[in-house]
Nanobody, 121 residues
């Protein structure tokens, strides 16, 4: 099994910054991509950012220019640097990884437990 451990959430004021971290561990043969999703109260979970092993990135329009996703491939860790935070960024943020545990297997999607990010004055 693959385990994802997230950290870095918290309470910040509008305009502030947070950096989320997610470490993937367990039986991992390879990782295709890692990313972050978020889910605000009453809303569906949405993709925030995604990064492939090769470094290609994608961002939701709502966070583009403010958030930066990065990864440390050697540590199987993905980060989300969140700047200029807005109240509408308030959500539970979930780490996501596309990984396979053997070269014989397909890529599966794994999720972290979520970390709360609250942006409020």
């Amino acid at each position: 099994q693959v385990q994802l451990v997230e950290s870095g959430g918290g309470l910040v004021q509008p305009g502030g910054s947070l950096r989320l971290s997610c470490v993937a561990s367990g039986t991992i043969f390879s990782i295709n991509a890692m990313g972050w999703y978020r889910q605000a109260p009453g809303k569906e979970r949405e993709s925030v950012a995604r990064i492939t092993t090769g470094g290609n990135t994608n961002y939701a329009d709502s966070v583009k220019g403010r958030f930066t996703i990065s990864r440390d491939n050697a540590k199987n860790t993905v980060y989300l640097q969140m700047n200029s935070l807005k109240p509408e960024d308030t959500a539970v943020y979930y780490c996501n990884v596309e990984a396979r545990r053997s070269y014989l297997l397909h890529y599966d999607v794994y999720w972290g437990q979520g970390t709360q990010v609250t942006v409020s004055s």
